[in-house]
């Protein structure tokens, strides 16, 4: 064999290697208890407040948002997916829906589909921006405006730090 094929045969499994590290120290560090900073947000109907728990378990996503109304109520959604996979059941206090998930550079991508008819298809796509989460909703069916919320880590009991 000749040494220069043999080097390069050595090197593409390393360039690999080096590329698949790469694109994971791209990915988003999402984890945690996010609370709403509604002053920062772009929302046309604020709730009273809103709080996402992320925790990304060997690339399963697990998403829970809690949102508390201005009449008392709390609606929790929820649900569990792996970021490249197969889409995944989405319960939406009581709606069920699906959503698929994947990384696009340094953000992740979630894709809502078959919700209810006022929000059928809608993309939310999650960025790190000055140490908050920032999550630009995009209402695809029915065609809407673009929201954004920015949201900020909460801190001590109940909120990872890291």
Known sequence: MCPVRGRLLLALPL???SLLFAADSDKPKLTGTWELDAAKSQLEHSPSSLQVVLQDASGKIQFTRTIHTSDG?????KFECLAGGPDCAFDEAGHKSKV??????AALVILKTDGPSDDEVTQW?????????QIEVSHITPVGKTETMVLNRKSGPGGPTT
Do not use: P, R
């Open 15 to 17: 360039f690999s290697l």
């Open 73 to 77: 109520k709390e609606l929790v959604a």
């Open 100 to 105: 698929s998930l994947w990384y696009q550079g």
């Open 125 to 133: 796509t999650l960025k790190m921006d000055n140490h908050a989460l």
